[in-house]
């Protein structure tokens, strides 16, 4: 599915807005937990499972220009996994959702803040 081309920068912001809401709450989901509660504790493998789903829907429809203002991120590897985590429920690699949620989703947080801190934020009375 293609990516929206040529829609309002509004849909990007708001979208990279989406994924740092869900990469922060990723973060906090694991805060305090260890590996092995992911194993065990079937709210928290929801719930990490849920936000990764997210970051990667977002990912999948932001658009090239919108991309471009955060390159760090490796977006193919985001829709990747979003692609397993809807498609191929069966095949998700706990290990891999653990070390996205407590590596990579940190990371994630800080390079979307920063992007998002240089984005302006659109005038309410013109156009998106």
């Known amino acids: 599915m293609p990516r929206d081309r040529g829609r309002p920068a509004i849909d990007d912001r708001v979208r990279l807005q989406h994924m740092l809401e869900a990469a922060r ?11 092995a509660d ?3 504790d079937a709210m928290l493998e929801h719930a990490l499972l849920s936000t990764m789903a997210i970051i990667g829907e977002a990912a999948a429809r932001t658009t090239d220009v919108g991309r471009s203002r955060v390159p760090g991120l490796p977006w193919g590897q985001i829709v990747a996994m979003r692609n397993v985590l809807v498609h191929v429920y069966w095949g998700v690699d706990l290990e891999r ?4 949620a407590t590596e990579d ?5 800080t390079a979307l803040e920063a992007a998002l801190a240089l984005w302006p934020l659109p005038d309410p009375g013109g156009p998106g």
């Open 25 to 35: 709450r990723a973060v906090g989901f694991v805060e305090g937990r260890t590996r």
């Open 105 to 109: 989703a940190p990371i994630m947080v």
């Open 38 to 40: 992911l194993d065990t």
């Open 97 to 100: 959702v653990w070390k996205t």
